[in-house]
């Protein structure tokens, strides 16, 4: 059946389903080519305000837990497309295993998207697989690679949010495009790096960044998550700067294949 392709802004999730195999580049097609094996942990991404749970963000580990290193470190070129999309895969089949509640936030990188609405096709056949809502999926952009194609960024976020999906600019504030990449790719979430975040109560100039950069995000209306956060201190500082969104040790440590227990402070 042909696509039904009238413009970008008509593009729905059951056209891209049908593409076949032929559309795709090689490094997408079903997320083969990445055959070493791995899982996730999850770790909350909480809204202190409400004392619900915003999201929970899939960390790449080794089958028996190892760090994110032991399988990031056998990422190459040659692999990367595929390793993306087995991630997407894996996340979306935990997460539905687990019954996830919020969202379900998935790093992606830029750099590996060829072309979003045929990586896209596998996405969407995970969350059909295994019955998870497409609108509960949150993509970070990880700041921390370098964007080769500003362009091809912004392509790919109109895509996602075209079809419901929520896009974030992760570590905002320690990568390569900081400011540039927020005023031209306006995700609906930034997420402010732990180096903004830890430490605030001594360094007042830290705080100031900090504070000002949430004012900005917030005036763009754009949702703000502080990330890295460990001690009350800094919850405390950055709550007065209008942030209710939290990640960090003080509220849960990442938990492989479940569900963390919330602490909340």
Same mark, same amino acid.
């Given at each position: 059946?042909?696509?039904?392709?009238?413009?970008?802004?008509?593009?729905?999730?059951?056209d891209?389903e049908?593409?076949?195999?032929?559309?795709?580049?090689?490094?997408?097609?079903?997320?083969?080519?990445?055959?070493?094996?791995?899982?996730?942990?999850?770790?909350?991404?909480?809204?202190v305000?409400?004392?619900?749970?915003y999201?929970?963000?899939?960390?790449?580990?080794?089958?028996?837990?190892e760090?994110?290193?032991?399988?990031?470190?056998?990422?190459?070129?040659a692999?990367?497309y595929?390793?993306?999309?087995?991630?997407?895969?894996?996340?979306i089949?935990?997460?539905?295993?687990?019954?996830?509640?919020?969202?379900?936030?998935?790093?992606?990188?830029?750099?590996?998207?060829?072309?979003?609405r045929?990586?896209?096709?596998?996405?969407?056949?995970?969350?059909?697989r295994f019955?998870?809502?497409?609108?509960q999926?949150?993509?970070?952009?990880? /700041?921390?690679?370098?964007?080769?194609?500003?362009?091809?960024?912004?392509?790919i976020?109109?895509a996602?949010?075209?079809?419901?999906?929520?896009?974030?600019?992760?570590?905002?504030?320690?990568?390569?495009?900081?400011?540039?990449?927020?005023?031209?790719?306006?995700?609906?979430?930034?997420?402010?790096d732990?180096?903004?975040?830890?430490?605030?109560?001594?360094d007042?100039?830290?705080?100031?960044?900090?504070?000002?950069?949430a004012?900005?995000a917030?005036?763009?209306?754009?949702?703000?998550?502080?990330?890295?956060?460990?001690?009350?201190?800094?919850? /405390?500082?950055?709550?007065?700067?209008?942030?209710?969104?939290f990640?960090?040790?003080?509220?849960?440590?990442?938990?492989?294949?479940?569900?963390?227990?919330?602490?909340?402070p």
């Amino acid at each position: 059946m042909a696509l039904r392709m009238r413009s970008d802004l008509e593009i729905l999730p059951e056209d891209i389903e049908r593409m076949s195999t032929r559309d795709l580049c090689v490094g997408c097609r079903n997320g083969e080519g990445f055959e070493l094996e791995f899982t996730m942990a999850f770790q909350p991404i909480v809204n202190v305000q409400t004392r619900t749970v915003y999201a929970h963000e899939a960390l790449v580990r080794g089958p028996a837990g190892e760090g994110a290193g032991s399988i990031l470190g056998q990422v190459t070129d040659a692999n990367r497309y595929a390793f993306d999309q087995a991630c997407r895969v894996k996340a979306i089949e935990l997460a539905a295993q687990l019954g996830m509640p919020g969202l379900l936030s998935i790093n992606f990188l830029p750099n590996a998207v060829y072309e979003p609405r045929n990586c896209l096709r596998v996405t969407l056949s995970a969350a059909k697989r295994f019955d998870f809502p497409i609108e509960q999926i949150m993509f970070e952009i990880a /700041e921390s690679e370098k964007v080769v194609d500003l362009d091809h960024v912004i392509r790919i976020v109109r895509a996602y949010e075209r079809l419901g999906l929520t896009t974030a600019i992760d570590d905002f504030g320690a990568g390569w495009a900081g400011l540039n990449l927020l005023s031209e790719v306006r995700p609906q979430v930034v997420k402010l790096d732990r180096g903004l975040c830890h430490g605030l109560g001594a360094d007042a100039g830290r705080q100031s960044i900090a504070k000002y950069a949430a004012a900005m995000a917030q005036e763009l209306g754009i949702v703000v998550i502080a990330e890295g956060i460990e001690r009350e201190e800094d919850l /405390e500082i950055l709550r007065n700067f209008g942030i209710e969104l939290f990640q960090g040790f003080l509220f849960a440590r990442p938990a492989l294949e479940r569900l963390p227990e919330i602490h909340w402070p």
